[in-house]
């Protein structure tokens, strides 16, 4: 026996000796993405072995072998022609997880990803939930960079944030301070249920108990190569044998332009900025977003990256209050001048409520939830036109999926 022979199996041994150590005193959690083995150590110093790695994780890791490379080099990849708009999609049936990436012709694209986080209630979102980052192997430099979370925007050279994991809910219309997170909602499963290049519809189906009734919560969200948005319709439905209300919360601190930062954030609107605490009418507007300019009333410049987010209420179920505030859950009135000026909290809140729904009855709410455009000669925002993912959505709507 060489000399290399017999370090070669001294290295072998000493390999599955550490295995075997790792794998005797380890936890496991099995996502069932196999992206890779990983090997977290938790917040009490033990070894945890995983798949996946989800928001939050990264900073845990002592051991990474990632397989998606390796896969790559052996199925030689999927090429896009130059030019063209594309999808890039993983979407996980089973837990209704993944992530889109909508590329433009010159090769920038807007990241959206869904469940790959742990929301407000410190569990695993199942669904079309936004939130979360892409698998470790797809970040460039192996680590997670944080504006590459949630929603974003790559430009060819940085990444621009836009939304962050949606502070989403259902509470019970006699309730409304008790909100239910949407990790706790037992998931129903998930489907592809149309899927090219071009487009993509994903569903997946929930329910919950609210004061005792089951409802059903349907969600649809569709794509379409090049557009820096998905359209979503929710649908709730009373499965139950008595009439019960619901309140349904949908909103964001997104911290537009740089991940963990309200600063220069200021809302926006149709015909003007917000500055300041406010509800504005549902009903006289149709969208509004949060803008990177610098808010004058908190004393901030405009030297900010300009970017600026959107969420559009389609007409139907419109919401019943849409307000401003550096604080989820209340707001002052325009009147009263408070700036918008938190560091880390500037938030944007749709609110449905309360709503009665009799046994076998449904109502279905519709936004659209992305990037805006930007005016070429001022740079303020533009809402995009969102008619194409709409249009795409309503098919599958009227067809019950």
């Known amino acids: 026996m060489t000399i290399f022979e017999s370090w070669r199996r001294i290295v072998c041994i000493c390999a599955v000796v550490l295995v075997g150590i790792l794998v005797s005193t380890a936890h496991f959690h099995f996502y069932g993405h196999l992206e890779g083995l990983y090997a977290l150590r938790d917040k009490n110093g033990a070894i945890v072995l995983t798949d996946d790695l989800i928001l939050g994780d990264e900073d845990q ?16 990849g999927v090429g896009h022609a130059s030019g063209i708009a594309h999808l890039d999609t993983e979407w996980f049936r089973f837990d209704g997880s993944g992530y889109v990436r909508s590329y433009m012709a010159d090769g920038t694209y807007y990241l959206m990803c869904f469940s790959r986080f742990i929301d407000s209630a410190g569990l695993e ?11 470790f192997d797809l970040n460039g430099d192996q680590r997670v960079t944080m504006n590459e979370t949630g929603m974003a925007y790559y430009n060819g050279k940085e990444w621009l944030h836009t939304w962050c994991n949606v502070n989403e809910s259902i509470a019970s219309g006699q309730h409304p301070e008790a909100p239910i997170a949407p990790s706790t909602w037992r998931f129903l499963g998930s489907s592809v249920t149309m899927k090219t290049d071009e487009e993509l519809v994903l569903t997946s189906n929930h329910e919950v108990d609210i004061d005792g009734t089951p409802f059903r919560v349907e969600r649809i969200a569709s794509f379409k190569a090049g ?19 619901y309140y349904y919360v949908y909103g964001d601190e997104p911290w537009v332009g740089d991940y963990g930062t309200s600063t220069g954030n200021v809302g926006w609107i149709q015909d003007r900025l917000i500055k300041y605490e406010t509800a504005i009418s549902p009903l006289n507007y149709g969208w509004a977003g949060y803008f990177d300019y610098g808010n004058e009333a908190a004393g901030e410049s405009h030297n900010q990256s300009g ?25 002052a009135e325009e009147k009263d001048r408070v700036p918008l000026a938190s ?6 809140m ?9 046994p076998g009855q449904s109502e279905t ?10 005016n070429p000669v001022t740079g303020f925002p533009v809402k995009p036109d969102t008619s194409g993912t709409l ?8 067809s019950g999926v």
């Open 365 to 374: 709410i519709i936004i659209s939830v992305g990037m805006a455009d930007a």
């Open 391 to 398: 249009h795409l959505l309503i098919p599958y709507l009227k």
């Open 61 to 76: 890791v002592v051991f990474a072998f990632p397989v998606e490379r390796v896969l790559g080099f052996f199925r030689g």
């Open 343 to 348: 560091p880390n909290n500037r938030v944007i």
């Open 307 to 331: 970017t600026a987010n959107f969420i559009e209420w389609q007409d139907g179920l419109r919401p019943d209050l849409v307000y401003f505030s550096n604080k989820i859950g209340t707001f």
């Open 227 to 245: 557009a820096r948005h998905t359209t979503l319709a929710i649908t709730i439905r009373n499965i139950g044998r008595n009439p019960a209300g």
């Open 125 to 135: 979102t199942k669904g079309l939930f936004v939130g979360g980052g892409l698998p």
């Open 350 to 358: 749709l609110q449905w409520g309360p709503r009665m729904l009799v």
